[in-house]
């Protein structure tokens, strides 16, 4: 595990095994914005070459690889480093399926399509059961912006005015926006960074979540504001930076 500051606890490296980029890419992103290190491989063998020589503290690895397959690959694993957790990733759900991969020595298994939510759950846990070598990397902190303070830890915005709590999706959609102040983030990267599945022009949760922010900063009196881009998408910007 990678050595650490003073003060700041160690970050525990995930290797990600998935042939599929744009799965690999949503994990790689969600899994470092959970403050995780992330090695990815696109194939079995440079998986379990990875998994064996380097020095990951758990595996997210993919069922149907390239040569050798994931039950393969976590079957070596298991045999020269069976304290190294394995979570299965696949789109086979069978029970069947699931057996087998559990007697291949996955200590989990998560079938896709997945909530990236439970998925990190899942990831906190076996690396809560290998030991207490593993811990998450640095915990989410306070941070402002115009007259507002974003507590990640407890999902309250806040302003000298009082404060709100947000649901879930509104504090990961603020977080969002709130990461890259002035970027115009377009809607199909925000529903698939926040929501994980790809955009559908005919749905409206996005605009539903876009709106309980706006009422929430409101009633905040903010001086920021989540401006649209018809067509495009939506931005964070300070009301006197906004046209």
């Known amino acids: 595990m990678t050595q650490s500051p003073e003060g700041i606890p160690p970050r525990a490296n995930i290797l990600v095994v998935e042939d599929d980029p744009t ?8 899994l470092r914005r959970a403050g995780y290190l992330v090695a990815q491989e696109r194939s079995g063998r440079a998986g379990l070459e990875a998994a064996l020589t380097g020095n990951p503290d758990l595996v997210l690895l993919d069922l149907m690889l ?13 045999r020269r480093r069976p304290e190294l957790p394995v979570i299965m990733l696949t789109a086979r759900a069978q029970r069947d ?18 909530d990236m939510d439970v998925l990190l759950a899942r990831i906190q846990a076996r ?3 290998a030991g207490p070598r593993v811990t998450r990397g640095p915990q989410p902190r306070n941070s402002s912006f115009a007259n507002l303070i974003l507590d990640r830890d407890a999902h309250v ?15 990961d959609l603020l977080e969002l926006l709130w990461s890259a102040p002035g970027h115009l983030y377009p809607r ?5 960074r926040v929501w994980h599945y790809r955009y559908l022009p005919g749905s409206r949760t996005l605009d539903v ?15 920021a504001e989540i401006e649209t881009v018809r067509g495009v998408g939506y931005r964070l910007a300070s009301r006197d930076e906004t046209p």
Do not use: Q
């Open 23 to 30: 799965i690999a890419d949503l994990l790689a992103y969600n």
């Open 66 to 78: 390239p040569g050798p397959d994931g039950l393969t690959a976590a079957r070596e694993v298991k």
């Open 97 to 114: 399926d699931m057996l087998e991969g559990f007697e291949a020595g996955a200590d989990d298994y998560v079938t896709k399509p997945f």
């Open 127 to 129: 690396l809560r059961d």
């Open 157 to 171: 915005l806040r302003s000298p005015s009082g404060a709100v709590s947000l649901k879930p999706k509104e504090h």
């Open 188 to 192: 199909e990267e925000i529903v698939e």
């Open 209 to 223: 979540h876009v709106r309980r922010l706006r009422e929430k900063m409101g009633f905040l009196r903010a001086t």
